[in-house]
């Protein structure tokens, strides 16, 4: 099992930027990938960004790629979303998660935080 939190949304005017921190607990952090992925109101949860086991291989949605850096730190178990350049579209709530095996699909991915909400005022 692995628990993971999430912190760092809140309220931030368009331009602006957030910072997401995911942090986990329980089996060992580096054996999964890890996901960001994004649910606003009335819309089906969407993948963000990914990052590999190691933190060398990243991928991200067409909408937030060179906007959003994904990163983690497996000495310290925990993964980060950094969001600049926010747009109100940008506003949902973000989830981070871990997968073994998973892609860009949420069902692929086995654990999920409770989510932070994001709001990007216009």
């Known amino acids: 099992q692995v628990h993971l939190v999430e912190s760092g949304g809140g309220l931030v005017q368009a331009g602006g930027s957030l910072r997401l921190s995911c942090a986990a607990s329980?089996?060992?952090?580096?054996?999964?990938?890890m996901g960001w992925f994004r649910q606003a109101p009335g819309k089906e949860r969407e993948f963000v960004a990914r990052i590999s086991r190691a933190g060398i291989v990243t991928s991200y949605a067409d909408s937030v790629k060179g906007r959003f850096t994904i990163s983690r730190d497996n000495a310290k178990n925990t993964m980060d979303l950094q969001m600049n350049s926010l747009k109100p579209e940008d506003t949902a709530v973000y989830y981070c998660?871990?997968?073994?095996?998973?892609?860009?699909?949420?069902?692929?991915?086995?654990?999920w935080g409770q989510g932070t909400q994001v709001t990007v005022s216009s």
């Open positions: 998660a871990a997968t073994a095996l998973g892609d860009r699909q949420p069902g692929t991915y086995d654990y």
């Open positions: 329980g089996r060992t952090f580096s054996n999964y990938v």
